[in-house]
């Protein structure tokens, strides 16, 4: 019989992210969940916040798959000039070099669940930012609640 290794999973929670805005003016803030530091493999998954109105700049990654779930909220996708709907439950995936951009069209904040594989310095890219905090509305949405068929 193979020996298995055991990896102990590490568990975080919406008080363990650190939030940035990437730039100043951006509209969207970024909360990295687990990136290359954290999970010891290319990665970064982020909760992307968007203000109302807000929006992601129009981007590409040149190795990189990025998949969005969108956790609550409404908008739009854009990748390569199509534009489809988004909301609660959708999910997008975006090939490399796709230009791409997320926007919040709803009235009130947009949130989304972001995986990009490999990293590509995207994890590093939001550290550069600037540090913000996740307000209650956002704890809101973001924490965890005890499931109670499992307690």
Not at 8 to 29: C, E, G, H
Not at 105 to 126: H, K, Q, S, W
């Amino acid at each position: 019989m193979d020996s298995v290794s055991c990896v102990i999973p590490v568990v975080k929670s919406p008080t363990d992210y650190q939030a940035f805005r990437i730039s100043p003016q951006d509209t969207n803030r970024l909360a990295i969940v687990f990136d290359s530091q954290t999970a010891n493999i290319s990665l970064t998954v982020c909760a992307e916040i968007f203000d109302v109105g807000g929006k992601t700049p129009p981007n590409r990654h040149q190795l990189a798959v990025e998949m969005f779930f969108v956790l609550k909220g409404e908008g739009t996708a854009s990748c390569d000039g199509k534009t489809v709907r988004i909301q609660a439950g959708d999910s997008i995936l975006v090939p490399p070099t796709g230009i791409h951009e997320i926007c919040n069209t709803g009235a009130e904040r947009l949130y989304a669940l972001c995986i990009m594989v490999p990293n590509e310095d995207f994890a590093e890219l939001i550290r550069s930012g600037t540090p913000v905090e996740l307000d209650e509305e956002d704890m809101a949405v973001l924490r965890r609640t005890p499931n109670p068929l499992l307690v």
